[in-house]
């Protein structure tokens, strides 16, 4: 299964950014979605996930700013980040956990390369 995500960039303290990750390859269904991210210094953190039946749940430091949604006919998540912080600068990864629709039919978790989001004047 491949991710790939797009949106990054430079934006200003309050800007706006949309994160979207497309996975593709032999996916019968997926059941949970994430962004994770990496701040300079930092270890990785979850910032929202998503699982099969929509339900979401967000790190205390990005509630009311982020949200999280998928398209699953697209088998792509979105991360809307609003009232950006230089705080948020970090590299996104999306992360996606489903079954392969062919053998082994096994559950597999799968990592994006990751974005690069930077937020400064």
């Known amino acids: 299964v491949q991710l790939q995500a797009f949106g990054g960039g430079l934006v200003q303290p309050g800007g706006s950014l949309r994160l979207s990750c497309a996975a593709s390859?032999?996916?019968?269904?997926?059941?949970?979605m994430a962004w994770y991210r990496q701040g300079p210094g930092k270890e990785r953190e979850l910032v929202a996930n998503i699982n099969g039946i929509g339900r979401t749940d967000y790190a205390d430091s990005v509630k009311g700013r982020f949200t999280i949604s998928r398209e699953s006919a697209e088998n792509t998540v979105y991360l809307q980040m609003l009232s950006l912080k230089p705080e948020d600068t970090a590299v996104y990864h999306c992360?996606?956990?489903?079954?392969?629709?062919?053998?082994?039919?096994?559950?597999?978790?799968?990592w994006g390369r990751g974005t690069l989001v930077t937020v400064s004047s």
């Open positions: 390859g032999d996916i019968s269904t997926i059941h949970a």
């Open positions: 992360n996606v956990q489903g079954f392969y629709s062919k053998y082994p039919y096994t559950d597999f978790n799968s």
